[in-house]
């Protein structure tokens, strides 16, 4: 099944600076999914992105807030915008295996401070 | 919304049985079960597609009643390493591919 190469694997950031988070697979896929999953709690889809097109993303979550790139069909990033103690999280890049079922990059542990 | 998951958590002995429920309020395309150990991405444990098939894992299995919308995962004579937590993921038709997540259930297996 597919390898997920997830980075920063965690960062400490200031309030109203910005992360890019990226997820590098390594077979070539059609969608990859961004989560967030705060401590404790379960994931929650932020977008999905496919290649050559524009991301979709689900309800609250905005794409001035959380810009996707999809350059390639190998390679997305992830930018958390402006910053704010409540974007403190763990997220996740996601892409479906060559068999059934999902694969999960290893997170990237954010801390807004 | 999300699904369902109930117990929201477990301990058991080395040997013990258990049962994880996941129900759904929409209905189900797929049902999706993950591990999850403390600091680490989820794993894919299986999936069941609708028409109410049991499917199964070494000791762990599961079953999916479509016409209730809800799923459950077996885990038989459990041992240490399936600690962790688990969830299940739905996805619907024409978004099967987008999943929900569960609450989480945290089973610790102990000794």
């Known amino acids: 099944s597919a390898v997920i190469s997830q980075k920063p694997s965690r960062d400490i950031c200031q309030r109203g600076t910005s992360l890019t988070i990226q997820c590098q697979v390594d077979?070539?896929?059609?969608?990859m999914f961004w989560y967030r999953q705060q401590p404790g709690q379960s994931l929650t889809l932020i977008a999905t992105a496919n290649q050559g097109s524009e991301a979709t993303y689900e309800s609250g979550f905005v794409i001035d807030k959380f810009p996707i790139s999809r350059p390639n069909l190998t390679f997305s990033t992830l930018t958390v915008s402006n910053m704010s103690p409540e974007d403190s999280s763990i997220y996740l890049c996601?892409?479906?295996?060559?068999?059934?079922?999902?694969?999960f990059g290893s997170g990237t542990r954010l801390t807004v401070v | 919304q999300q699904p369902v998951q109930s117990p929201q958590a477990v301990i058991l002995r080395e040997g013990e049985d258990a049962v994880i429920n996941c129900s759904s309020s929409k209905a189900l395309y797929s049902v999706h079960w993950y591990r999850q150990k403390h600091g680490e991405a989820p794993v894919f444990l299986m999936i069941l597609l609708k028409g109410g098939e049991q499917k199964g894992h070494e000791k762990i299995s599961a079953s999916f009643n479509e016409k209730k919308q809800q799923s459950s995962l077996y885990l038989t004579a459990s041992q240490l390493s399936y600690s962790g937590t688990y969830f299940c993921?739905?996805?619907?038709?024409?978004?099967?591919?987008?999943?929900?997540f569960g609450s989480g259930t945290q089973l610790t297996v102990l000794p």
């Open positions: 077979s070539q896929v059609t969608m």
């Open positions: 996601s892409v479906e295996r060559q068999g059934p079922g999902y694969t």
């Open positions: 993921g739905t996805g619907q038709s024409g978004s099967a591919r987008q999943l929900t």
